[in-house]
């Protein structure tokens, strides 16, 4: 049992800190000072494993804290006149009822699970029993400081916050005991991490019950969870001898298993994101252009992936037109809220740049290029000679932009009908600024993503994405747009400014696409 | 027209993969390259076709009076063994694309329907989405497009494996009537094939190109020549 659990931990381990090794090989100017030995390297490997031994401690104990704080004591301070041993008691015998089939580590596929078991062929029961236990152990010496300091801050006696985790650890195993009981009445296998439309019920009802009723005075007596709780220690108990006479864990553990194979091999999960973008082409066969060469090609793509870029484009069109005629009708019936919403308009033009940042179909468009048309053509030598990519990139660019047009147009269309509708300004060119700039940012996201996508060219010829840099270049993005988010700016000063961007943007994109594409734009190897 | 390698070097970080190739293709040949695993047949086949920039060296065209030119796209044609196809397009559409943005390179250029009956893919399937081709058909219209504009230099990496032995067999044929007037570099890692079907076995071991003299050993000496010199890799 010792060996099994030391083994379990060093495999854990092991692969902890060569995943830390690996994401460290993956930041662009990193991988250039790493060896090329890195998962043989002494002192990178003791650095990460001092990072792996503190996750697991910290671990323990920061998931229980966070818990209290928000879930149990946070929401908790709400209920202000009643009793606050009751509401503690009360949440937390709700809460940990839901933890108890949501949180069972013996139902989670996880990793180390499908290393041990599936891969290195461990004794299936040995292996999950030990570290189930362990986990049960884990679990309740991380609610022990929790329980004793949150649990007597709220006037639960001293013995009864002692009593607490093992309460929740006899629940856990409880509930365990029941489901592996049920599999074998039913052959039914539970997967924490897929539960079915009942289950996720069950968590909806049962949440309104942890919170809905003290919102309404009504508080289970302390008595009540108090009973249940300790209920939770022998029936605990029992439990065990079921789970340590189960014979079948090898059988549950392959079907918990049996979807983690595809995440796990990096080639196979590319395979399915490949199958995925291949469902994407439309099969419908009066699909026909009467274009030559190139935009032949780009014609018969766009037709044929019209789902994802024309009809969700058109959608999100739908959605804004409903949104923004929303609005209006809401300025009609209550024409007191016009200042605000007037102010609204004319400073959060800044905000806009995420919603236009969320609705761009760049990555969309760029991804169903790769996998259905560049990973492929790419192969050809014909397709790489430089005047070809130019003129295709051109093709692209105009199209992408004419998809993200269409939202952009309503979006700033419809803002400066609301900022006429609420009392209007008094610069009319702000309302040229603002459907202009708003515009812009539909150009500059085309043109982000299609330029990022030729310069940087992520995927290899398996379809897998490679790059570090075109997922640091996506995350900055996507924090820039969310930094601008929080900023507030008058019309005329942000939009201007976004005009420019674009303009300088656009210009310094497309010299770096003429001289840099025809070299860049290849399969990763 | 001769294919000149010069001093071609390509590593991986520390791992040199290709250390010094130096060789010349002849015109009208089949050559047979083979190697162990992770010899580097697909990073040369990778650095010829300017997929991968190499560290050294240089690699060019040169015509029967002697002059010298660069490699270019137009030169290569390069058959990967699993076979790539644009999945959005019908086979005739692929092939009316190539064909129009090719039109000024491909000599006597036929019709669509001959160029499918050349290479004996049914009628039946020719306006069907490429994503529902069999992996022996993909292969066979990813050949037929790298053929189409008669490339100077045909790479073909592994291309016969996973194929039923009635394509492979009509493959052969094509290989065949095709290398009059290019240059044919074959890879794989069955021997019988190499010497079925080539007329240069060419090995690379230690990042080096070298041909394998057949003179006058028979087939069974001849292969156990080959075996020997890749096997002395280990010992090396």
């Not at chain 1, 049960?136 to 001293?158: H, N, S, W």
């Not at chain 1, 804004?320 to 605000?340: D, Q, R, S």
């Not at chain 1, 295709?392 to 998809?403: A, D, G």
């Not at chain 2, 504009?149 to 494996?161: G, K, M, R, S, V």
Request: glycine letters at 6%.
């Amino acid at each position: 049992m010792h060996k099994t659990l030391r083994i379990s931990f060093s495999l854990k381990n092991t692969y902890r800190v060569n995943g830390i090794l690996f994401s460290l090989k993956q930041i662009p100017l990193l991988k250039r000072l790493l060896p090329a030995a890195l998962y043989k390297a002494k002192g990178l490997k003791i650095f990460a494993n001092i990072v792996s031994v503190l996750w697991e401690v910290v671990s323990a104990f920061l998931g229980k804290f966070l818990y209290f704080v928000t879930m149990v004591c946070g929401v908790g301070i709400l209920y202000k006149e009643l009793p606050e041993n009751a509401v503690f008691l009360h949440i937390l015998l709700i809460l940990t009822v839901i933890g108890s089939f949501m949180n069972t580590h013996l139902f989670n596929p996880t990793k180390d699970k499908y290393y041990a078991m599936i891969l290195m062929k461990m004794d299936a029961r040995e292996y999950t029993l030990v570290n189930y236990f362990y986990s049960i152990l884990k679990g309740a010496i991380g609610f022990l400081p929790f329980t004793i300091l949150f649990g007597m801050d709220r006037g639960v006696p001293l013995w009864f916050c002692l009593l607490l985790p093992l309460c929740i650890a006899g629940m856990k195993l409880t509930y365990a005991a029941i489901t592996l009981w049920d599999y074998e009445k039913r052959g039914f296998g539970y997967n924490e991490n897929k539960l079915s439309k009942h289950v996720w019920g069950c968590i909806a009802l049962l949440l309104g019950v942890a919170y809905v009723p003290p919102a309404f005075g009504f508080v289970l007596p302390a008595v009540v969870p108090m009973g249940i709780f300790l209920a939770c220690i022998p029936l605990g108990m029992a439990s065990i001898t079921r789970l340590t006479t189960f014979r079948d864990y090898y059988a549950i553990n392959k079907e918990l298993l049996a979807g983690l194979t595809n995440q796990m091999d990096s080639t196979a999960r590319a395979q399915l994101v490949k199958q995925v973008n291949e469902k994407k082409i439309s099969t419908d066969t009066s699909i026909t252009s009467s274009r030559k060469g190139f935009e032949y090609l780009n014609e018969l793509f766009v037709k044929r992936h019209k789902r994802i870029l024309w009809n969700s484009t058109k959608k999100i069109s739908y959605v804004c037109v409903f949104l923004i005629a929303a609005v209006l009708v809401g300025i009609y019936l209550l024409p007191e809220g016009k200042p605000a919403i007037n102010e609204i308009v004319m400073t959060w033009l800044p905000y806009f740049v995420f919603i236009m940042y969320a609705i761009n179909r760049g990555t969309n468009f760029t991804q169903a290029l790769f996998m259905n048309c560049d990973h492929s053509l790419l192969t050809y030598s014909f397709y790489k000679q430089p005047s070809f990519i130019l003129r295709l990139f051109q093709i692209r660019l105009r199209e992408i932009m004419k998809i993200n047009a269409v939202p952009a147009l309503v979006i700033g269309g419809g803002l400066a009908l609301i900022l006429f509708a609420t009392g209007g300004t008094e610069n009319p060119l702000n309302y040229v600024v603002l459907i202009v700039s708003i515009l812009c940012m539909s150009l500059f996201f085309s043109i982000h993503y299609l330029t990022i996508y030729y310069l940087l060219q992520p995927y290899n010829a398996g379809t897998e994405l490679k790059g570090g840099t075109y997922r640091i270049v996506l995350a900055a993005t996507y924090a820039a747009c969310f930094a601008l988010m929080q900023l507030r700016m008058p019309i005329m000063i942000f939009g201007i400014m976004t005009i420019v961007f674009c303009v300088v943007y656009s210009i310094v994109a497309s010299i770096l696409v003429y001289r840099l594409a025809p070299k860049t734009f290849r399969l990763r190897t | 027209m001769k294919f000149v390698i010069e001093h071609l070097s390509k590593s991986f970080e520390k791992k040199q993969v290709l250390r010094d190739i130096n060789f010349t293709f002849e015109e009208g040949k089949i050559y047979g390259l083979l190697g162990r695993n992770g010899a580097g047949k697909t990073t040369l086949f990778n650095c010829l076709n300017r997929d991968l920039k190499v560290n050294n060296g240089n690699f060019y065209i040169e015509d029967e009076s002697g002059v010298r030119r660069e490699v270019v796209a137009n030169d290569i044609g390069y058959v990967l063994s699993t076979p790539t196809v644009p999945e959005f397009l019908t086979g005739r559409e692929f092939l009316k694309f190539f064909m129009d943005i090719n039109e000024k390179s491909i000599q006597n250029p036929k019709s669509i329907d001959a160029y499918f009956d050349s290479m004996s893919i049914d009628p039946e399937d020719r306006d069907k989405l490429l994503k529902d081709y069999s992996h022996g058909m993909k292969n066979k219209m990813q050949m037929l497009i790298n053929i189409i504009a008669q490339p100077n230099i045909l790479l073909l990496d592994e291309p016969l494996t996973s194929l039923d032995v009635v394509v492979a067999e009509e493959m052969k044929q094509l290989l065949r009537s095709l290398k009059r007037d290019r240059i044919t570099i074959f890879s794989t890692h069955i021997l019988d094939l190499a010497l079925d079907l080539c007329d240069e076995i060419v090995l690379l071991h230690h990042g080096e190109l070298e041909v394998v003299e057949k003179t006058d050993l028979d087939s069974k000496e001849f292969k156990d020549r080959i075996i020997a010199a890749l096997r002395e890799e280990e010992n090396a």
